[in-house]
């Protein structure tokens, strides 16, 4: 018998069609990781872009209260959702670059 024929193989086809599932799942998982990486990282800059507009408009307009309130809130806003898409999005990297074979060095 050859290796198309015999038994085995019929379960070895099974066996990578479960480790393709798998392998989709992880890469579904890790695409909707990167596709939410990707929004943080907008949403983050964004943030830190308007706390630096509002900056200048505030030393324009001698710092009122309610202008330094809403830097700082864009601040903190840009800072939690910034520090996460960047790690989350080196993770993402790292893993695309280790399926590839390839070393990954930041």
Do not use: H, Q
């Not at 990578?16 to 909707?32: G, I, P, Q």
């Not at 800072?79 to 280790?98: M, N």
């Amino acid at each position: 018998m050859d290796a198309m024929t015999s038994p085995d193989s019929a379960s070895d086809s099974g066996s990578d069609s479960a480790t393709d599932s798998a392998t989709d799942l992880v890469l579904a998982k890790r695409n909707r990781i990167r596709k939410a990486c990707e929004m943080g990282s907008k949403v983050g800059y964004s943030c830190f872009g308007a706390a630096i507009v509002m900056f200048v408009i505030a030393f324009i307009a001698d710092f009122p209260t309610w202008m330094v309130t809403l830097i700082i809130v864009a601040m903190i806003i840009g800072s939690v959702t910034l520090l996460p898409a960047i790690v989350f999005g080196y993770g993402v990297k790292a893993a695309d670059a280790e399926d590839r074979g390839e070393k990954f060095g930041y």
